[in-house]
Every structure is written in structure tokens, then in C-alpha cells.
């Protein structure tokens, strides 16, 4: 098993920056990769962005340019840097790790709005 928590997440006006980040425990020797998705109310969960174990990463084209994923495996950690945001980025950010399996976080909600 995987455990995945958020944080990071909150309200902010369009323009600015947030830092998510994904702390994982549990059997994490097994994650091959993990990543970002969201879901904002009404809409079908988009994929942000992903990282795999040897740091190749793939945005949608929605981020591409203005957020950045990365992982501090010392700290077991997973970010999601977010530059420039919109309001339409405003959605429930999903923190997720492929073990075998998709396991998921609790979700962290980012509002963008003056």
C-alpha cells in the first residue's frame, strides 16, 4: 500500500503562484512514476502532469510552459510549481503514484480569483 497526502493548495489571484505538494509512505519502493491530476466541478478529471522514475516528465497542454512537476525522493515528495495560473485552473488537485496499481491522495482544492 500507498499512502499520499497533499498540501499546498488555497486561494489565489490570477497572475500568481502556488506549490502543491504529495508526501508518500508505505511501500513506495515500488512507485514507478506519480503525478498531478485535477478536476474542477462540472468537468471530467484532466491530467496535469506526470514524472516517471528516471525523470522524464509530459505536461497537458493546458500547463504547458507556466507549471512545473518534480520529486525530492530523500523527502519522498512529489511538487507541482504553478505560475501564471488562471481561473480556469481552479479545480481539486489529485496527487497520484503507480505501484502496480493507481493509488490516489485526498485532493487538495486551488481557487484562482481576483
Known amino acids: 500500500q500507498v499512502q499520499l497526502v497533499e498540501s499546498g493548495g488555497g486561494l489565489v489571484q490570477p497572475g500568481g503562484s502556488l506549490r502543491l505538494s504529495c508526501v508518500a509512505s508505505?511501500?513506495?519502493?515500488?512507485?514507478?512514476?506519480m503525478g498531478w491530476y485535477r478536476q474542477a466541478p462540472e468537468k471530467q478529471r484532466e491530467l496535469v502532469a506526470t514524472?516517471?522514475?528516471?525523470?522524464?516528465?509530459y505536461y497537458g497542454d493546458s500547463v504547458k510552459g507556466r507549471f512545473t512537476i518534480s520529486r525530492d525522493r530523500a523527502k519522498n515528495t512529489l511538487y507541482l510549481q504553478m505560475n501564471s495560473l488562471k481561473p480556469e485552473d481552479t479545480a481539486v488537485y489529485y496527487c497520484?503514484?503507480?505501484?502496480?496499481?493507481?493509488?490516489w491522495g485526498q485532493g487538495t482544492q486551488v481557487t484562482v480569483s481576483s
Open positions: 508505505g511501500r513506495i519502493f515500488g512507485i514507478t512514476g
Open positions: 497520484y503514484a503507480y505501484a502496480l496499481r493507481t493509488y
Open positions: 514524472i516517471s522514475n528516471g525523470g522524464g516528465t
